[in-house]
């Protein structure tokens, strides 16, 4: 299925560059020097175009910076949180756990980072119910259809003993309790500490407690400070990836780094996610056909009729490659910038990547950055690949995401946590009334459009900022849903300003 995306267009560019450059050295040189500056310049511009540099062969970054243009330094803002660092030691009353005999068995549902951040909630709600937790089992039926087991994926003795000062966790259930009564309990969504207090109840009458599900159990506000804290130790300490995969990232980042800075660009023009909300701008007809078959037959997607053109307008529907292309220059950045594409399958491939790519033709997939072999063991996981992308676009030099959801949040809060790591979150909605406002017309691509585009975001870069409380004029329960998540936001409780002293 990850065919080699964009793969054959880049490699025959390059090599027919390359063959020039062989057959005609000497010609080349004199050319250059004989020929004008303008001529030069032309040449220059032209073979920048076309030479996408391959990032696996080390040669192909010498002397070469791939972009650096001055007077953009916006572009790659440095962020201004000097005063400001990670906090997530507790506080003087949190005590050692102790040794309770009573278990927490949990099923973490949905993809990579939706099971992430249930994973760190369930280390919370295991200490706030003073009980011992047995290491996750992961989700292998969601529509990713992963067979991995949480220690393919995540460092397990490092999760266990870095947490050791917070939660008992063992790999197992013991024995004698495998055969015992266990309470199954899905715990409300959203529940605050005063909830979980209720459920020690079940102490009373059981010695396990199965949670079946583990997604969004836990409030993002409401919760005592010692227990944010512990999901901020959770999540950006103890949880790491496996070995391989953090060695693979790694390497990607620095082959992409070699050659520059570099943006990540979650692209979540998925088929499930096209499917999902509907949206078929810039689809053909057998396109969103095939998706609206897939919505109607997929049973957990409630809504089968959506109304495309609703969704877009309404900002709900992920950025087309081409629209990004749009945001991306509009906010200035060169068209030689480096663009590492964090997605599975881009739903159509590169017949809807053509015109991101005219834009900007630097553009990575980690098929590109990798060699075939170095991904072989990854491949089949679709979680181990998420996560992958997940470490280039943490380290990346600025994150766009497409479209909202557990990546795109998941990633910019770690950003925010590690120094407010610039993050652009597009407005779709307004983008999307500029867009048609220059396809009807009344718009055009330039400096005023930009200038429009740019102060439409001024305020979505990542920079320091506390965490949204819920929508206003919203009631009840609903309100919580509409909270900012505390993964995407950990402030203040895990980022403080230096001189708290008994924070560090
Ligand atoms: C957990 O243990 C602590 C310390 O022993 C105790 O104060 C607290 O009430 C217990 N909580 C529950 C839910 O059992
Ligand atoms: C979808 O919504 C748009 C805008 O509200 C409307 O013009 C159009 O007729 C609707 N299409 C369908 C098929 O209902």
Redesign the pocket.
């Known amino acids: 299925m990850v065919s080699g995306r964009g793969r054959t267009a880049f490699r025959s560019s390059s090599s027919r560059v390359a063959l020039a450059l062989k057959k005609a050295p000497a010609f080349f040189l004199l050319f250059i020097v004989i020929s004008s500056s303008v001529a030069f310049l032309l040449v220059v511009s032209v073979l920048q175009k076309q030479n996408v540099p391959d990032l696996r062969d080390a040669r192909s970054n010498q002397g070469q910076n791939v972009f650096h243009e001055d007077g953009e330094e916006w572009l790659w803002r440095v962020p201004l949180s000097r005063k400001l660092r990670p906090c997530t030691k507790p506080t003087r009353s949190y005590t050692a756990p102790e040794d309770w005999d009573r278990y927490i068995t949990v099923r973490s549902n949905g993809g990579l980072n939706q099971m992430r951040t249930g994973i760190c909630d369930m280390v919370a709600v295991a200490r706030m119910l003073n009980a011992t937790l047995v290491i996750p089992q992961l989700d292998r039926k969601s529509f990713w259809q992963d067979s991995s087991s949480f220690s393919d994926i995540f460092d397990e003795e490092h999760f266990i003993a870095t947490l050791k000062g917070d939660v008992r966790i063992v790999k197992e259930l013991p024995k004698e309790l495998e055969s015992v009564p266990k309470a199954r309990k899905h715990f409300t969504s959203w529940s605050s500490k005063s909830y979980y207090e209720d459920i020690a109840q079940l102490w009373k009458t059981y010695k396990v407690i199965h949670v079946p599900k583990s997604d969004s159990r836990l409030s993002n506000n409401d919760v005592p400070l010692d227990i944010q804290r512990l999901r901020c130790r959770a999540m950006y300490y103890a949880l790491r990836f496996s070995r391989p995969i953090e060695e693979i990232g790694m390497k990607l980042v620095e082959r992409l780094r070699s050659h520059g800075k570099y943006i990540a660009l979650h692209l979540r023009y998925e088929k499930d996610m096209l499917s999902f909300t509907g949206c078929t701008y810039g689809l053909t007809d057998n396109e969103a056909k095939e998706l609206s078959i897939m919505r109607q037959n997929t049973n957990h997607w409630k809504t089968k009729q959506i109304?495309?053109?609703?969704q877009r307008?309404g900002g709900n529907c992920p950025l087309t490659p081409k629209e990004v292309g749009i945001f991306l220059r509009a906010l200035g950045y060169p068209s030689s910038t480096l663009i590492y594409i964090a997605a599975g399958e881009i739903y159509g491939g590169d017949r809807h990547l053509a015109e991101l790519k005219s834009y900007f033709p630097n553009l990575y997939f980690k098929e590109t950055v990798a060699m075939p072999e170095e991904l072989e063991v990854f491949a089949s996981h679709a979680s181990q690949t998420a996560a992958i992308d997940y470490i280039v676009s943490v380290e990346s030099d600025v994150f766009v995401p497409s479209y909202s959801g557990n990546m795109a949040r998941a990633v910019e809060g770690h950003r925010r946590f590690l120094g407010h790591r610039m993050t652009i979150s597009p407005d779709r909605k307004g983008l999307v009334e500029l867009f048609d406002k220059t396809e009807a017309g009344e718009l055009k691509e330039g400096p005023f459009f930009s200038s429009l585009v740019s102060q439409m975001h001024k305020s979505r870069l990542g920079t320091p900022r506390e965490r949204k409380g819920p929508l206003p004029g919203v009631k009840g329960r609903a309100r919580l849903r509409t909270e900012e998540s505390f993964y995407e936001n950990p402030f203040p409780e895990c980022i403080c300003k230096t001189g708290h002293t008994h924070m560090a």
């Open positions: 109304n495309s053109t609703e307008i």
